[in-house]
């Protein structure tokens, strides 16, 4: 459905994105990647939103252009969503919805549907400026998903939001994902883990792995140890204490001897990809 070819952009001499190929189908997408690592830049670069230095998008084998754009296809949550604070949230809803040039059939009933999904029904005449932190991100979400567009991309979807939210979040993605293309982007794997179908692990402006969500783990196979010093490994990923004695969750490259050999997790193994472990 979209296909990155060569994707490449600097912003001066600095190269933030480095002939990325990549493509997107029908499916759940973990976007992955440590603060910094292209992410955002390349979403905004898939919208059109900064030029290309180099390579091109292409949707449904078409370069994407003026006259094949995302723009009504797309629901797009950026990393910071921000509307006039005196509008009304279904006003703010409306005008976003005209931005995108969506066609509603009834507008109304759209909008009350969106908010409905992310708990924000009682707030429909509330003024923008008077929502909370969490409640603006989840307006944010309700405006990526206005219209029911066949692609999603979510720029750091649960920041701001508490552990409720964050699980309604991933029930919004698995109800709403069928036959769409929803791309995840995100520094915490605990954030899209489970709802994703493929992890794409980005850092300096590379794609490192892009592969099925199930064999992230074994990225770290060999390579989880818990141990009774810190100073063991060369990560601690988690701490546990049993009977007074405090016990490291550490990841290493090298065996350890004396560690107990532990089965890796999804988290594991991204953090050996980004470690390069």
């Known amino acids: 459905m979209i296909t990155a070819e060569g994707v490449s952009k600097k912003f001066g001499r600095k190269e933030v994105l480095h002939q990325l190929n990549l493509t997107l189908d029908r499916g759940v997408y973990g976007f992955l990647g ?12 898939m919208l059109g939103i900064y030029p290309l ?11 994407i252009s003026r006259k094949n754009d995302l723009t009504a296809q797309v629901g797009y949550l950026p990393q910071k969503f921000g509307v006039y604070g005196e509008l009304r949230v279904c006003e703010a809803l409306e005008y976003l919805a005209s931005i995108r040039r969506l066609k509603l059939a009834n507008p109304a ?12 029904e009682q707030r429909v005449t509330s003024r923008v400026r008077t929502l909370s932190g969490g409640m ?4 944010g979400i309700a405006a990526a998903l206005l219209g029911d567009p066949e692609i999603l991309l979510f720029d750091e979807p649960t920041a701001g939001l508490d552990q409720e939210e964050r699980m309604r979040f991933k029930t919004i993605v698995e ?3 069928p036959g769409k293309t929803v791309l ?14 493929k992890i794409i692990i980005l850092n300096e402006g590379q794609i490192l792995y892009d592969l099925p969500a199930a064999e992230v783990a074994e990225l770290a196979e060999g390579k989880v140890y818990e ?14 204490e049993e009977g007074g004695k405090k016990w490291y969750r550490v990841l290493s490259a090298q065996p350890l001897a004396g560690g107990r050999p532990l ?4 988290e594991d193994g991204y953090l050996c990809a980004i470690k390069k472990l």
């Open 34 to 45: 440590p603060n910094g690592a292209g992410k955002t830049t390349f979403l905004r670069c």
């Open 53 to 63: 230095s180099g390579g091109r998008f292409l949707y449904n084998g078409a370069p």
């Open 109 to 120: 009933e759209e909008i009350e549907r969106v908010l409905r999904l992310v708990n924000l």
């Open 136 to 139: 603006a991100r989840r307006l």
């Open 175 to 177: 109800e709403v994902s």
């Open 184 to 197: 995840l982007s995100t520094h915490i794997l605990a954030d899209v883990d489970a709802i994703c179908d």
């Open 227 to 240: 141990v009774d010093s810190s100073d063991q490994g060369e990560m601690v990923v988690g701490i546990r």
């Open 263 to 266: 089965e890796p997790t999804t």
